[in-house]
C-alpha cells in the first residue's frame, strides 16, 4: 500500500526557517517524480514544488511564489523528500501535502502538515 | 502559465441526482505525447485531496463508476450520474502538460440540497 506521511510543519517567526519531511513507503520510491503543494485556509490548492528521479538528474521545479526560497529534495536511501523553506512569509501559512507523481499526475497524497507563519 | 476554470464554484445536488463540474483551460491540454493530462480530485471535509480522474476519463482505482470524465483540447467535464451522500467536498480539476507549474481549477463545492 503507498503512503506518504509528511511532518516537520508548525508555527513559526516571519523570515525564519523549517524543514518539511515525505517519508514514503509502498512503492519504488526512488523511480517517482515527488511534488509538494500547498493549501492556505480555506482556499485552494497550489503547486509548491517537484524532484524528478535520480535518474533524470534529481532535476527541480518551483513555483514562481517560492523561487529563491523553498529547496525540495530526496534522499532515496531513506525514501524521504525535504522541502527546506526560508525566508517564510505570512501568506506561505498552509497545509502542505507532498504527492507522488504518476500516471499523468498526482496520484496519491499525504495527509499534510500544517505550517503557519506568524509573529 | 495555464489558467484552469471551474464552474459552477457552488453546487447544490439532491441525493439521487446527477451532478456536472465544468472546467476549461486557457490553452489545449492535448500532449504532443497524445495525451491529454488533465485530472480531477475530490476533497472531502478535513481530507486530503483524493485522484479520481486521470487523463480525462481513466477512473483511478477503487472510484465508483458513477464517476466519468469527458472533453478535449480545453473543455472538460466531470459528471457524477447519482450523487451520494459520501460525494460531498470539494472537487478541483488540475493540468499536467503544460508544466511547470501544474495548475488548479479554483474548486467547486458540491453539496447536498
Known amino acids: 500500500e503507498v503512503q506518504l506521511v509528511e511532518s516537520g510543519g508548525g508555527l513559526v517567526q516571519p523570515g525564519r526557517s523549517l524543514r518539511l519531511s515525505c517519508t514514503a513507503s509502498g512503492f519504488n520510491f526512488g523511480h517517482y517524480i515527488m511534488n509538494w503543494v500547498r493549501q492556505a485556509p480555506g482556499k485552494g490548492l497550489e503547486w509548491v514544488a517537484l524532484i524528478r528521479s535520480n535518474s533524470y538528474g534529481g532535476t527541480t521545479e518551483y513555483a514562481a511564489s517560492v523561487k529563491g526560497r523553498f529547496t525540495i529534495s530526496r534522499d532515496d536511501s531513506k525514501n524521504i523528500a525535504y522541502l527546506q523553506m526560508n525566508g517564510l512569509k505570512t501568506e506561505d501559512t498552509a497545509v502542505y501535502y507532498c504527492?507522488?507523481?504518476?500516471?499523468?499526475?498526482?496520484?496519491?497524497w499525504g495527509q499534510g502538515t500544517l505550517v503557519t507563519v506568524s509573529s | 502559465d495555464v489558467v484552469m476554470t471551474q464552474s459552477p464554484l457552488s453546487l447544490p445536488v439532491t441525493l439521487g441526482q446527477p451532478a456536472s463540474i465544468s472546467c476549461r483551460s486557457s490553452q489545449s491540454l492535448a500532449s504532443s505525447d497524445g495525451n491529454t493530462y488533465l485530472n480531477w480530485f475530490q476533497q472531502r471535509p478535513g481530507q486530503s485531496p483524493r485522484r479520481l480522474i486521470y487523463k480525462v476519463s481513466n477512473r483511478d482505482s477503487g472510484v465508483p463508476d458513477r464517476f466519468s470524465g469527458s472533453g478535449s483540447g480545453t473543455d472538460f467535464t466531470l459528471k457524477i450520474s447519482t450523487v451520494e451522500a459520501e460525494d460531498v467536498g470539494v472537487y478541483y480539476c488540475?493540468?499536467?502538460?503544460?508544466?511547470?507549474?501544474?495548475?488548479f481549477g479554483q474548486g467547486t463545492r458540491l453539496e447536498i440540497k
Open positions: 504527492s507522488r507523481d504518476a500516471d499523468g499526475n498526482l496520484d496519491y
Open positions: 488540475m493540468q499536467g502538460t503544460h508544466w511547470p507549474p501544474y495548475t
